[in-house]
């Protein structure tokens, strides 16, 4: 019923940036949260960043400072730009969302997009 397609991934220097793009479409009333997370192999999948409409933007700790989460909810995208990125920030970054299909429903559906990857070289 929705989609969520990352973008902006690839191949970069420790120190430099990248801006991934997350984009929801389908059957979307509005979005309450949209969110950013990464699994790097061997390891679970983390929330990196988190931004919930009306509210405070939320970041994991590792990433305070140097990541910045910003949506258009006119465009239901929601963007993560990276600077300063390290190489233990190599992993596949997923856009995760919350979003009401129409008027009618109270509740929330929870999508997951494929995965960009971000791969940071020393």
């Known amino acids: 019923q929705v989609q969520l397609v990352e973008s902006g991934g690839g191949l970069v220097q420790a120190g430099g940036s990248l801006r991934l793009s997350c984009a929801a479409s389908?059957?979307?009333?509005?979005?309450?949260?949209m969110s950013w997370y990464r699994q790097a192999p061997g390891e679970q999948r983390t929330l990196v960043a988190q931004?919930?409409?009306?509210?405070?933007?939320h970041y994991a700790d590792s990433v305070k400072g140097r990541f910045t989460i910003s949506r258009d909810n006119s465009k239901n995208m929601v963007y993560l730009q990276m600077d300063s990125l390290k190489p233990e920030d190599t992993a596949v970054y997923y856009c995760?969302?919350?979003?009401?299909?129409?008027?009618?429903?109270?509740?929330?559906?929870?999508?997951w997009g494929q995965g960009t990857q971000v791969t940071v070289s020393s």
């Open positions: 389908g059957r979307i009333f509005s979005v309450w949260t």
């Open positions: 931004s919930t409409r009306g509210g405070n933007p």
């Open positions: 995760y969302a919350a979003v009401r299909p129409d008027s009618g429903v109270v509740g929330y559906e929870y999508y």
